[in-house]
C-alpha cells in the first residue's frame, strides 16, 4: 500500500514538472514572438507618424507577414493603401480579411464598410453602393447610411438621398430636415421651366420642412416671379425679414425689384431700415440706395429715411443731385458703424476731385482691393465664390457659406 502511495506521489510531481516546462516553453515562444510583432507595428506606427508612408506600409507588411491572422493590421494596411490612392491594393487587403472564416462579425461588418470606401474613392459606384447597402442591420448601419447619403448627393440623386436622410432621421442620427428641403429645392430647380406647379409644390413641401430657412421662399418668391404673381412674391420675401433675418442680405435685392413693380417702396423701405439698423449689411444698405433713386428725398426727414415722389420733370437735375449726395452721405453713415473698404469705394465716387485723373486711379486702386471682399467664403473649405452658395462646390458641404460677404464676416 506504501509503494502505490509513493507511485501516486511521483506521478503527481512529474505531471507538475511536465505542466511547468510546458507553460514556460509557451511563455518563451509568447515572449519571443510579441518581440518581433511589436517592433514592426511601433516602426510603422513611428514612420507612419513622420508621414513616411512609403517605410510604414513595408513595416505593416512584415507585421501582417509574421502574424497574418492580426485584423487589426489589416485594417491599418488597408487604410494606407487607399490613403495613397492605391485602391486596387486597398480592396485585395479588405478582401482578404472577409475571406477568413474566423473573422467576428464586427470586424467583418468594419472590412465590408472599409472595402466601400475603396470603391468609392476607386470611383466604381455601383459596387460601393451595393456594399454599403449590405450593411443595413448590421452596427455599421448609421454609418454607411451617411456614406451613402454623401454617394447620391455627389451623383445629384435627390430623390435616393431623401429616402436615405429620412432613414437616417429615424435611426436617431440627427436633424436632417434642412437637408431635406434642399433636396426638395434643388428638385424643383430642375422643373421650373418644365413644371412650374409641380416646383412650386416642392417648394412648399421644402418651406414645410425647414420653416425658418431662407432658400425655399427665396425660390418661391422668385419662381412666383416668374408666373406673374409678383403679389405673393412680395408677401413670400417679406417674411426672410421676420423669419430669417441672418439672410436679409440675400433677400434685398429682391424685395426693392418687387417693390418698384407694385410701387410698394414705403413698405420694402420700412423692412430694409429696421434690418439695417439691427445689423448693417451692404446688401441691405445698396438696395436701400436703389429704393432711394427712385424717389426724391424729403430735406425735413431725411433723417428718418422717408421719402416722396417727384414726378416733375424740371426738378429731375436736382432730384439727380439730390440723390447723389444722400447716397454719399449713407455710405458716410455706414463707415461711421463698421469700417468697409467697399463703402469707401462707393463713397469716394460721389466725392470732387479737382484732378479726375488721380480720381480714376485711386477708384481703379480701390475697386481691385475691394474685389476679393465682395466674394462669399465657405466655413468649411475656404472656397470663395462672387455667387452665394447654399452647398459648397469644393467640399460640397449644405449651408457653409454665411450669407454675409467676406468684408463683413
Known amino acids: 500500500m ?9 506521478g503527481a510531481c512529474a505531471v507538475f514538472a511536465l505542466g511547468w516546462i510546458a507553460s514556460r516553453f509557451d511563455f518563451l515562444q509568447l515572449k519571443l514572438e510579441n518581440q518581433r510583432n511589436p517592433k514592426a507595428y511601433f516602426q510603422g506606427l513611428n514612420f507612419l507618424l513622420n508621414e ?3 517605410q510604414a506600409i513595408d513595416s505593416f507588411i512584415e507585421a501582417v507577414q509574421q502574424d497574418p491572422d492580426t485584423s487589426e493590421l489589416h485594417f491599418a494596411l488597408g487604410n494606407l493603401f487607399r490613403r495613397r490612392g492605391e485602391f486596387e491594393r486597398a480592396v485585395r487587403v479588405h478582401q482578404h ?13 468594419r ?6 470606401q475603396d ?3 476607386a470611383g466604381i459606384i455601383d459596387r460601393a453602393e451595393n456594399a454599403l447597402k449590405d450593411l443595413e442591420g448590421t452596427q455599421m448601419e448609421g454609418q454607411a447610411m451617411l456614406a451613402l447619403l454623401n454617394l447620391y448627393e455627389r451623383s445629384r440623386d435627390w430623390e435616393q438621398a431623401a429616402q436615405i ?9 440627427g436633424d436632417f430636415s434642412a437637408r431635406l428641403a434642399h433636396y426638395l429645392c434643388e428638385q424643383a430647380a430642375a422643373l421650373e421651366g418644365i413644371d412650374p406647379k409641380a416646383a412650386q409644390i416642392m417648394i412648399e413641401g421644402a418651406i414645410e420642412y425647414a420653416p425658418n430657412h431662407a432658400r425655399a421662399k427665396i425660390a418661391l418668391a422668385q419662381l412666383l416671379h416668374l408666373q406673374g404673381q ?3 412674391a412680395f408677401e413670400i420675401i417679406k417674411r426672410i425679414f421676420i423669419e430669417s433675418p441672418r439672410f436679409a442680405g440675400l433677400g434685398a435685392p429682391l424685395i426693392a425689384k418687387f417693390s418698384i413693380e407694385l410701387e410698394k417702396i414705403d413698405v420694402a423701405l420700412e423692412l430694409l431700415n429696421q434690418s439695417y439698423q439691427n445689423k448693417p449689411r451692404l446688401d441691405v444698405l445698396e438696395a436701400i440706395i436703389d429704393l432711394n433713386s427712385k424717389r426724391s428725398p424729403d430735406l425735413n426727414n431725411s433723417n428718418q429715411n422717408t421719402y416722396s415722389y417727384s414726378n416733375s420733370a424740371t426738378d429731375s437735375f436736382p432730384n439727380a443731385n439730390a440723390n447723389a ?9 455706414h463707415l461711421q458703424r463698421t469700417p468697409s473698404l467697399i463703402a469707401v469705394t462707393q463713397w469716394l465716387k460721389g466725392e470732387t476731385f479737382s484732378d479726375d485723373d488721380t480720381k480714376k486711379s485711386i477708384l481703379q486702386t480701390l475697386n481691385k482691393s475691394s474685389t476679393p471682399l465682395k466674394r462669399y467664403r465657405c466655413a468649411a473649405c475656404g472656397f470663395e465664390a462672387l455667387t452665394h452658395f447654399w452647398q459648397c462646390p469644393g467640399c460640397q458641404s449644405w449651408d457653409s457659406y454665411p450669407p454675409e460677404k467676406i468684408e463683413e464676416l
Open 111 to 116: 472590412a465590408m464598410f472599409d472595402l466601400a
Open 97 to 109: 480579411l472577409l475571406a477568413r472564416a474566423d473573422l467576428s462579425s464586427k470586424d467583418r461588418h
Open 52 to 54: 513616411q508612408q512609403d
Open 325 to 333: 449726395k444722400a447716397t454719399q452721405s449713407l455710405y458716410s453713415a
Open 230 to 232: 409678383t403679389p405673393k
Open 2 to 10: 506504501a509503494i502505490d502511495w509513493v507511485w501516486l506521489l511521483m
Open 119 to 121: 470603391y468609392l474613392r
Open 165 to 173: 436622410a429620412r432613414r437616417l432621421q429615424k435611426l436617431g442620427e
